[in-house]
T-cell receptor, first 112, second 113 residues
Framework: KNQVEQSPQSLIILEGKNCTLQ??????????LRWYKQDTGRGPVSLTI?????NTKSNGRYTATLDADTKQSSLHITASQLSDSASYIC???????????FGTGTRLQVFP | DGGITQSPKYLFRKEGQNVTLSCEQN?????MYWYRQDPGQGLRLIYY???????QKGDIAEGYSVSREKKESFPLTVTSAQKNPTAFYLC????????????FGPGTRLTVL
């Protein structure tokens, strides 16, 4: 069964600290993996996208990694800001059906 | 100002009533999607359309209906047959390229009273 699991479910950090969010997937065949940021009550916004051959992708203070062998991805946030408070969703596309499989998200709260 | 819009932002419905959620995009995307988001769950696909006048059921289509008469518009009707309609509804659109990146609207929160 195609699944995407994220951990932790929620995370609280202080402003200025770094954090890493995890994503494990069992989707096959694999096409690409995206990380989305979703502010409360808003639609998700894409942060990064990685294909099978890419193992790291950065977008400002956000750096995503992908290990296609172990089927794991991480999203590292550097020098967190209050505006980073949001849910972060890992999404894997299955190439066979071009279908998106969504993780349940990690809820990040950044406090001053 | 290109993008994807949804209206209304908040919607209240009495049990037994049908209600229609609007989704419009000016990105010239061929494909459009409707998702439902519930607390603690990943987004679930309700319906999708890859071209005008054609649409397909997603994973949880029961109790919902859609139409795609124009490229820009993909309205979703939540019917009285949907037993648990209270949720956050997200519309998305994408091109038909292999990357299949989907751009999301701001969402509509539907509450059944």
């Amino acid at each position: 069964k195609n699944q995407v699991e994220q951990s932790p479910q929620s995370l609280i950090i202080l402003e200025g600290k770094n954090c890493t969010l995890q994503c494990n997937y069992t989707v096959s065949p694999f096409s690409n993996l995206r990380w989305y940021k979703q502010d409360t009550g808003r639609g998700p916004v894409s942060l990064t996208i990685m294909t099978f051959s890419e193992n790291t992708k950065s977008n400002g203070r956000y750096t995503a990694t992908l290990d296609a062998d172990t089927k794991q991805s991480s999203l590292h946030i550097t020098a967190s800001q209050l505006s980073d408070s949001a849910s972060y969703i890992c999404v894997v596309t299955s190439d066979s059906a071009r279908k998106l499989i969504f993780g349940t998200g990690t809820r990040l709260q950044v406090f001053p | 100002d290109g993008g994807i819009t949804q209206s209304p932002k908040y919607l209240f419905r009495k049990e037994g009533q049908n209600v229609t959620l609007s989704c419009e995009q000016n990105l010239n995307h061929d494909a459009m999607y409707w998702y439902r988001q519930d607390p603690g769950q990943g987004l679930r696909l309700i319906y999708y359309s890859q071209i005008v006048n054609d649409f397909q059921k997603g994973d949880i289509a029961e109790g919902y209906s859609v139409s795609r008469e124009k490229k820009e518009s993909f309205p979703l009707t939540v019917t009285s047959a949907q037993k648990n309609p209270t949720a956050f509804y997200l519309c998305a659109s994408s091109t038909q390229t292999s990357s299949n990146e989907q751009f999301f609207g701001p969402g509509t929160r539907l509450t059944v009273l």
